[in-house]
Structure formats: structure tokens, C-alpha cells
């Protein structure tokens, strides 16, 4: 069985690009925000010392993840961009787009970046993928895994004579040590299924979105920290809106008791307090009705 390499590609904290190389064929696993799209480019140039880059795998539609694409593109034209049939239909609307366009402006504004070239509507996908597909980029082999929760348009790929999946941020976002936060967008329920879908593939290393690459023991132990955390942050946000609480002081228990530095260092205050709100109103909706 060939080798594989994994490289960090990313530019900011907040980007999520990581290079999967297996010493002919070089696969990128997201591609992180617009504003960085050239500098992670850049930086896989740097790693590939000449060789081409040959497949894109986006794992959702949300722009830290893809908008980076149509700037790396642009060095390496013949790379095939994979994602989800879902996500492409996303891509193709303009109000998308624009939303897109607007978040990652924002973003960039906090890095102090004002003025940068927009290709956001040149984002597109050459190869659309849904769940149970395989695809072939060189020797490395993927198996489609739908993972919705954090979105509806979430994939996994999974590379079954590695036992290695490229994870997405409906199995939770880790940052370092034992800070686990869940990222259920979409479906309190719908994450905790694709979590056990997880758990029950045999796995020997994850790529974590907005992280990198762990063996076996570490990604079992974030499959299974992520799920508890999950499942208390939920039991705790019931308790305080079925004790008499306000939407407001279930944002103040998640904010106070996890936007610690690790995580503002990747997560902007403002998106932080949306995805909270987000996630906050999900779990009053599936969890307290009749309460």
C-alpha cells in the first residue's frame, strides 16, 4: 500500500486546506476562504515543488471551506473539483454567491484585508458526488459518506484501504487538547446519526476540518468527546429554556463557558454568537417541544 502525506496548507487559523499526497497524485481536502485562496495556493506550490495538483474534494458549501477554489485554479487549471450534487446546486445560485461573498469579506476584514480580486463566481464543480459513490484520483480511492447535520449538503470522503476519512464539521470541530464544539446547523438529531454512521466505519486516522490529520486513537477519542459534548451542550440548553431561560442566557452558557482564546483565534465573535443562535433554536425546536 502506497504512502501517504499530509500537509497543512492553510494560511489563517480560520482556513480549513489540508494536501493529501501520495507521491504521484496530489489531492486537496477544502480549500479555505476567497481572501487566502492564493496564498494557500502558494503554499502547495511550495509542497508539490513543481507537480501538479490534480483533485479538489469540498466537503460543504459554506466559504471558508470552498471559496478558496477558484484562486488555487487558477495556478493549477486541470485540477477536478469534487463535492456533493447538493453543494453544487448551492454554488450555482447567485444568492449563495453573494451571501458568500458577503461572510468572507467580513472574515477578511478582521485579518485587516480590505481589497482583494473576487473569483467568487467562478466557483464550480467538475465531478458532483452523493453519498455511497466512489471516486478515483490517481492510486487514492473514496468512498462518498454522507455526513448531513451540519449542513445538508455535508460529505465525507472516506479512503477504505487506509481505513482514513476526510471528516466534516457535522462529527464537531476540535481545537486542540479538550476543547470539542459541535456544529449542527441543520439537525440536532440528523449530527447524532451521522456521528454513529461514523463510528461504525472502521477508522485508522481522520483529517478534521479546521485542524489536520489524527490516527486512529486520537480520532476515536474526538468521535467519541465530540458526541459527549454534543449531548451535554443540548441537555444543559433544555435545561435552562425549560426552567424558565431566555434564548439570550442559552447563547451566554455557550458563549461564556466555550469561546475561549483557541477558539475565538478561529472563529469570529459575530459568527461564534450566529451558529450558537443557530444551533440554540435547532435544539429548542427538536428537543423541547411540548415542554
Known amino acids: 500500500m502506497v504512502s501517504l502525506k499530509f500537509t497543512d496548507v492553510r494560511e ?9 499526497d501520495d507521491g504521484e497524485t496530489a489531492v486537496l481536502y477544502d480549500t479555505g476562504f476567497a481572501f487566502t485562496g492564493y496564498a494557500v495556493s502558494d503554499r502547495i506550490a511550495e509542497e508539490l515543488d513543481g507537480r501538479g495538483l490534480d483533485y479538489i474534494l469540498l466537503t460543504h458549501s459554506h466559504y471558508d471551506h470552498a471559496l478558496g477554489a477558484p484562486y488555487i485554479l487558477k495556478r493549477y487549471p486541470d485540477a477536478k473539483v469534487v ?3 447538493y453543494a453544487a446546486r448551492i454554488f450555482s445560485k447567485e444568492s449563495a454567491r453573494a451571501t458568500m461573498r458577503r461572510l468572507d469579506r467580513a472574515c477578511a476584514e478582521t485579518y485587516g484585508i480590505t481589497d482583494y480580486e473576487d473569483l467568487i463566481d467562478e466557483l464550480h464543480v467538475d465531478i458532483q458526488v452523493d453519498d455511497g459513490d466512489e471516486i478515483e484520483c490517481g492510486s487514492m480511492r473514496f468512498r462518498v459518506i ?3 447535520g451540519h449542513t445538508r449538503c455535508s460529505v465525507g470522503f472516506y ?9 466534516t464539521e457535522t462529527l464537531g470541530v476540535h481545537f486542540g487538547g479538550d476543547r470539542y464544539l459541535p456544529s449542527c446547523l441543520v439537525g440536532y438529531g440528523m449530527t447524532l446519526d451521522s456521528m454513529a454512521k461514523v463510528k461504525g466505519m472502521d477508522i485508522t486516522g481522520m483529517v478534521l476540518p479546521h485542524y489536520g490529520y489524527v490516527d486512529g486513537e486520537a480520532a476515536n477519542r474526538y468521535l467519541d468527546r465530540s458526541e459527549s459534548v454534543l449531548r451535554e451542550i443540548a441537555g444543559n440548553v433544555v435545561r435552562i429554556l425549560t426552567s424558565g431561560g431566555t434564548r439570550e442566557d442559552a447563547i451566554a452558557y455557550f458563549t461564556d463557558g466555550f469561546y475561549d482564546d483557541a477558539v475565538r483565534e478561529v472563529y469570529p465573535v459575530d459568527a461564534f454568537e450566529l451558529n450558537t443562535g443557530i444551533m440554540i433554536d435547532l435544539m429548542s425546536r427538536e428537543l423541547c417541544q411540548g415542554d
Not at 12 to 20: C, H, K, N, R, T
Not at 159 to 167: A, N, P, R, T
Open 83 to 85: 463535492a456533493g450534487s
Open 159 to 167: 479512503m477504505e484501504d487506509h481505513g482514513i476519512l476526510l471528516g
Open 12 to 20: 489563517v487559523p480560520g482556513d480549513s486546506a489540508f494536501l493529501i
Open 146 to 148: 454522507g455526513l448531513p
